[in-house]
């Protein structure tokens, strides 16, 4: 018997050393410890024996049993642990998940505004350029005849960031940056983002973006200002539109004016859009101030030139009927999905 129970430890020893699966212990259990398992037969039939052999065979197949108990703990707690990184491995790439949908993006209305815009001065020739949103006192103001207690410089419509430095608060420092590098013929545009120091609601914003233009060459006079620029106006809102020009104010033109076009909506007849008025302002405009032309060096005995600034905001409000500017700011998506 005592040979028997070796016999069934080394074999209990070698099948639990080669299964792969908690399965696979799970009958070598039963083979060995189950009811009618080899083991429990021995003790079973040790009823039969003398109490002295009954006591030392006891021993011995208890010891046999515990150790193939542990044995048999052992072996499924690794087993067990093995399942579970190879299941986690297989699942790490779940080839069977749906794919991710990824949303198209569109452009913002401000964006298609000033792309329009962009397309017409190029069709006319004009081309691209910038300026930095950060500017030098001089270029905004100074060189563009704005004298030193101009009620534009104050402190409550320009955010300063010193004495000598600002956000521009338009995009007419361009015309400076370009008149200094650039001899004519020149004709450019240049959109860009400008900032005065406003509460917001909802006609103002402390950030808005200007189109700025610029033309300056030989025999340039009013009927070129205005001929580009009822042009652009027909390209932009339609063949039908007519323009207005209204005498105004600016310190870098002069003569100055303001544009007005009939009313896109209404085409003049008079409504909520144009107040009634039948027409709608959208940009400033004038003949360059020869002391901006001088800035540049620009002999303005043979130069004459023109420049206009237009609202990006006004006109995209105009054109989609959006009542409040912040609207373009929040980046709600349900807002700048309706401008596809
Ligand atoms: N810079 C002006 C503004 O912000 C707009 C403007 C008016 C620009 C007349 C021009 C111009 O170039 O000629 O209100």
């Given at each position: 018997m005592q040979a028997q129970l070796q016999a069934i430890l080394e074999e209990s020893k070698k099948a639990l050393e080669a299964a792969t699966t908690v399965a696979e212990t799970e009958e070598t259990r039963i083979k060995v410890l189950g009811k009618k398992g080899s083991l429990t037969g021995i003790l079973k039939s040790m009823g039969q024996l003398s109490p002295e052999e009954r006591k030392e065979l006891g021993q011995a197949a208890n010891q046999v049993r515990a150790e193939i108990e542990a044995l048999l703990a052992e072996t499924v707690n690794h087993l067990k642990e093995k399942e579970k990184e190879a299941r986690f491995a297989a699942e790490a790439i779940d080839v069977t998940e749906p794919g991710k949908e990824y949303k198209l993006g569109v452009k913002h209305p401000l964006t298609i505004t000033m792309e329009e815009v962009s397309k017409v001065f190029k069709s006319m020739g004009f081309s691209l350029t910038e300026g930095p949103e950060v500017e030098t006192v001089f270029n905004n103001f100074d060189a563009l005849n704005a004298?030193?207690?101009?009620?534009?410089?104050d402190m409550t419509d320009t955010f300063y960031i010193n004495e000598d430095v600002i956000l521009r608060t338009q995009t007419s420092p361009v015309q400076v940056r370009t008149l200094l590098r650039q001899q004519p013929p020149i004709r450019v545009f240049a959109p860009g983002r400008v900032f005065r120091c406003d509460t917001p609601d909802a006609t103002h914003s402390p950030m808005f973006h200007q189109v700025e233009g610029l033309v300056v060459d030989e025999g340039i006079t009013m009927a070129d200002l205005k001929g580009v620029l009822d042009s652009f106006a027909k390209q932009m809102f339609g063949s039908e539109t007519r323009t207005k020009f209204r005498p105004h104010h600016f310190p870098f033109t002069e003569p100055s004016a303001e544009m007005d076009v009939s009313?896109?909506?209404?085409g003049g007849k008079g409504c909520r859009v144009c107040k009634g008025s039948g027409w709608i302002e959208i940009l400033g405009c004038g003949m360059v101030h020869p002391n901006v032309l001088k800035v540049g060096g620009i002999d303005t005995e043979k130069y004459t030139g023109f420049a206009f600034g237009l609202g990006v905001e006004r006109v995209a409000m105009l054109k989609y009927g959006i009542?409040?500017?912040r609207l373009f700011y929040e980046n709600d998506m349900r807002f700048i999905e309706q401008f596809k």
């Open positions: 004298g030193p207690y101009h009620p534009s410089r009313c896109f909506k209404c009542d409040d500017i």
